[in-house]
């Protein structure tokens, strides 16, 4: 067994693949979606980045047998995640082992010189919280959810007060006012009059090879003479080899939450997914917003653990 370090340049296209393989034989969530590396990569790491943090893919690490992949360390922020291929599931605590001495740097140090060190297992995995029990981890009592929708069968209709119309992408040209928004949805402090935030991400994510398949959806509000007139925003990962989706972002701007726009804002990702043949479309939740997709239509597949581990 042979363990190397992710070159975007000479592995991207080898670690979609192996994603894909691994999609298609459980067809399921259990391990990520090319799509989610997209996002890390093209969205998330220029966050960190932009933030004065170390980027996640510089942490991805790949266990290969006979020059095939047959897991890897995929870091999230703050959390690492393992991907293993079914038949290879005895290396998940060698796994775990080397994240905890290779993937530190990706975690602040408190201070008492103590790292919280983080590992996410889907529940459906039961061995990897068996493992991480006996590694010393515990697993605290918040969630994660992954959660699905057939699109092509989906119950969806856009439903909106007056005055309110859903768009996709280059329908709603001003691509600042729309990330600004985005960004607004999550932060309610930073609301104010005129509010822009920094472009880096939203245009570094067009370097995508799954770019052109994929889609935004935005809800606006044509009551208002606000210059961002953007009340609801999410991005949808295409991915066409595969024929599924992953809507990530998901934000609604604080002020025109409980009108129904959420709800309006998943039905239209998902008519939109139906209209470009995707088979099955994902969104992740934490905790309670759970009960928001859910409501959407979305149906939960697994929930999701975080274990911690105190470090030194």
């Not at 067994?1 to 459980?26: A, G, P, Q, V």
């Not at 922020?77 to 990706?106: Q, R, W």
């Not at 061995?127 to 981890?137: D, Q, S």
Request: glycine letters at 6%; proline letters at 3%; charged letters at 30%.
């Amino acid at each position: 067994m042979i363990i190397k370090r992710f070159d975007i340049e000479k592995d991207l296209k080898r670690l979609e693949n192996y994603l894909r393989d691994c999609y298609s034989e459980t067809k399921s969530m259990t391990s990520w979606l090319p799509e989610r590396l997209h996002d890390l990569i093209y969205r998330m790491d220029v966050q960190y980045t932009d933030c004065g943090q170390p980027r996640s893919a510089d942490y991805i690490f790949m266990w290969e047998e006979d020059s095939e992949i047959v897991g890897c360390i995929l870091p999230d922020g703050d959390a690492v995640y393992m991907s293993i291929k079914k038949g290879h599931e005895s290396i998940f605590a060698d796994m775990v082992t080397y994240a905890e001495k290779n993937c530190l740097p990706l975690f602040e140090k408190s201070g008492d010189g103590t790292y919280d060190f983080l590992v996410i297992a889907n529940d459906s995995l039961t061995y990897r919280g068996e493992v991480l029990a006996e590694m010393g981890y515990k697993r605290q009592t918040e969630e994660d959810y992954d959660n699905y929708v057939y699109p092509q069968t989906a119950d969806a209709a856009v439903e909106l007060p007056d005055g309110y119309r859903l768009l996709y992408g280059d329908e709603y040209p001003d691509e600042a006012l729309k990330w600004s928004a985005l960004n607004l949805g999550f932060h309610p402090g930073l609301e104010a009059p005129g509010y822009r935030n920094g472009m880096t991400a939203y245009d570094s994510r067009k370097k995508s090879s799954m770019y052109a398949d994929s889609f935004e959806t935005v809800i606006i509000d044509e009551n208002t003479a606000d210059e961002n007139n953007v009340c609801a925003y999410c991005f949808v990962y295409v991915d066409a080899a595969t024929e599924t989706a992953l809507i990530e972002p998901v934000s609604t701007r604080e002020k025109y939450r409980h009108k129904g726009l959420g709800t309006a804002l998943m039905h239209g990702a998902i008519l939109k997914c139906k209209e470009k043949g995707v088979g099955k479309c994902y969104v992740n939740s934490y905790d309670w917003r759970r009960k928001f997709y859910n409501a959407a239509g979305f149906v939960t597949e697994d929930s999701i653990g975080f274990w911690h581990k105190q470090l030194y």
